[in-house]
């Protein structure tokens, strides 16, 4: 069997010979790709939402985080805070990192599962991003639809449960529904807030955060809803896709092999991006 050339990537990633770049989120090269990928897929599908909530699920306090000293630049008067400067050990906040995106799984298929159970509905998850704080945890925002009075109640019950039984699957606070249930937002604007944990600006002037670039995030750092993505066909797998098919059509690189569904996907995100 014959194998492959293989060469590496400008961060150092083993990639094929034919193959310019990797497409990781944290390769520096290819991490502004992602960000634009990120933002459209985020307004496209969010965009679909009429009215929305957000709420966020942060990791626990410096009672079971404590910061780290030698991170700290403040006087001794002033109470350590991320906003200082002030970071809990490198090892301690890789380790939570690690754990996060399955415990998250785990408090989410029981709020939900509550959540159902007492509203006789059964709600989804538009989406979730997570982001890492500045004293170096990761915490995620959510975002639920309120198109109805139905999708209202299961959100209140959904918000309320992760509240409750947050501390038993090892996060710390969660937005109350008494906050959360006072500012419906379009779904436009949720993206618009979401967006701006990875990039800022627009075009080539956009700038991007530490969240990007972050190696110690859950893996998935953006979820976005199976039922959004199919109605709008806008996925990573689409957005990657689209390029490779314009790239192919100003002669750059050579026809890619697509099935006809990614054919189509992709061409319909080009459509989309003259409009």
């Not at 990639?15 to 502004?32: D, L, M």
Request: hydrophobic share 40%; with cysteine; net charge positive.
């Amino acid at each position: 069997m014959c194998r492959g050339r293989w060469h590496r990537c400008s961060c150092g990633r083993p990639i094929p010979e034919e193959v310019k770049r990797c497409s990781s989120r944290t390769c520096p090269e290819f991490a502004p790709v992602w960000a634009r990928d990120t933002r459209r897929r985020l307004f496209v599908n969010l965009e679909q939402l009429p009215m929305s909530v957000m709420f966020s699920v942060t990791a626990p306090g410096s009672e079971l985080y404590p910061f780290d000293p030698q991170f700290c630049s403040h006087s001794s008067s002033k109470r350590c805070s991320g906003r200082l400067g002030c970071r809990v050990a490198p090892e301690l906040a890789k380790a939570f990192n690690g754990y996060a995106g399955n415990w998250w799984s785990e408090l989410h298929r029981a709020a939900k599962t509550r959540a159902d159970r007492k509203c006789g509905f059964k709600g989804k998850l538009a989406c979730r991003v997570w982001e890492k704080q500045k004293r170096g945890l990761a915490h995620l925002h959510g975002v639920i639809s309120v198109e109805s009075p139905a999708h209202v109640r299961w959100a209140e019950a959904y918000i309320t449960a992760l509240r409750e039984m947050a501390s038993r699957y090892g996060f710390g606070f969660v937005d109350g529904w008494h906050k959360v249930g006072r500012k419906f937002w379009p779904g436009v604007q949720a993206a618009a807030y979401l967006s701006s944990y990875f990039a800022g600006g627009r075009g080539k002037k956009m700038t991007l955060t530490e969240n990007v670039l972050a190696g110690d995030l859950p893996r998935l750092v953006v979820f976005v809803s199976r039922d959004l993505t199919a109605a709008t066909g806008c996925t990573m797998r689409a957005l990657r896709n689209a390029r490779r098919l314009w790239a192919s059509r100003e002669g750059l690189i050579g026809k890619p092999h697509l099935t006809l569904d990614e054919w189509f996907a992709a061409a319909a995100m080009l459509s989309l991006r003259r409009e």
